[in-house]
């Protein structure tokens, strides 16, 4: 709220100021209403600009500003040759305005495409735009995985935590129901892990927005803010950052995508731990927690079976492998032992 009023504040006064610098130009301009026209276009120009400021990473805002300095510098010059002709103030004025902006625009928008030459003023810069800072959520800091990815070097860049993320694993530590206490303790200890560990940068971030009053959604303001990448396991925090633009690192996609790849028609031997809803079905899990349904194994509990993989089920909360139960294999020596 107090931006939004700063920012009104700012228009009434480039308006404001527009209509008196207008008018101080003569009846050229009259009426009126051009000033306000070019209060409101001043105005709004540097608004926009503001707004994509907040976008621009550090190196394009170095090449930029050196290019706009290097423009109003020849500005400057060739305006104090033109304007010793004879115009009237009015044109010499317009004059110096239009040579200005159009030498500053042009210097800024060189620099701003060749802003890779510009590298040796800021390398320190340069190396942070190429790693973006990562973001970490509570459910990926009490999962714990994500200190052991990071630790491998997987995970380049720094790594913020955010301020408000603390506070929600403190209350989630204090909780008086034990389960939920126990997993706020844990992402507690993995933070001092991660901390304590030379090879990584944590930072504890303050920003904070108090309007905002959804831990999400305060994420992925902090995300476009500092223009970073959201590292989460959160299914809906992951859906609803891409949907505002948002780079997001979903542990569980990784897990997943590193799973070994199963075809059907291969081989598994797998052991029957539990009966499956549907009847006849067994159920079994590889060493990486992916579910196999075997078919006609549902008294097969504990006995190991070798299953032939019939088809794969890819689904956005994991992998399914649905298999049949070759012949000769666990329960048939089974049942043949007990027809002996």
């Not at 002709?85 to 701003?112: C, D, H, K, N, Q």
């Not at 609803?240 to 997001?248: C, D, E, M, R």
Request: with cysteine.
């Amino acid at each position: 709220m107090f931006a939004i009023v700063v920012r009104v504040l700012f228009a009434m006064f480039c308006i404001v100021t527009g209509v008196y610098f207008l008018e101080g130009l003569g009846n050229i301009f009259q009426p009126n209403v051009w000033g306000v026209l070019w209060g409101a276009a001043w105005a709004t120009a540097i608004l926009f600009l503001e707004w994509a400021l907040r976008r621009t990473p550090p190196k394009g805002l170095v090449a930029g500003s050196i290019g706009l300095l290097i423009g109003l510098i020849l500005a400057n010059l060739i305006t104090g040759t033109v304007l010793n002709f004879p115009f009237t103030p009015e044109v010499s004025l317009i004059l110096r305005v239009g040579i200005a902006l159009a030498l500053g625009y042009l210097g800024m928008t060189v620099s701003w495409r060749k802003r890779d030459e510009f590298k040796f003023l800021v390398p320190q810069l340069s190396r942070d735009e190429d790693k973006k800072c990562k973001i970490l959520d509570t459910s990926v800091i009490i999962d714990g995985r994500i200190a052991d990815i990071a630790e491998t070097g997987f995970l380049e860049g720094l790594i913020v935590i955010p301020k408000f993320i603390l506070n929600e694993l403190q209350k989630i530590a204090d909780s008086t129901i034990p389960l939920r206490r126990k997993r706020g303790r844990r992402g507690l200890d993995i933070l001092n892990r991660m901390q304590k560990s030379g090879s990584l940068e944590v930072v504890i971030e303050e920003k904070d927005f108090p309007d905002i009053k959804e831990v999400d959604s305060k994420l992925v303001q902090l995300a476009r803010t500092v223009n970073g990448i959201i590292v989460t396991n959160d299914y809906n925090l992951n859906k609803i950052a891409k949907l505002q633009g948002v780079a997001v690192f979903n542990i569980n996609e990784l897990a997943n995508a590193l799973k070994p790849v199963i075809l059907p028609s291969e081989e598994l031997k797998i052991r029957i731990v539990k009966e499956g809803k549907e009847p006849n079905q067994g159920i079994a899990y590889l060493d990486d927690g992916t579910m196999v349904v075997v078919e006609n194994a549902r008294g097969l509990m504990g006995e190991e079976v070798t299953v032939e993989v019939t088809s794969v089920l890819q689904t956005s909360a994991g992998r399914m492998i649905f298999g049949q139960q070759q012949k000769g294999t666990g329960g048939d020596r089974s049942r043949s032992s007990k027809r002996s």
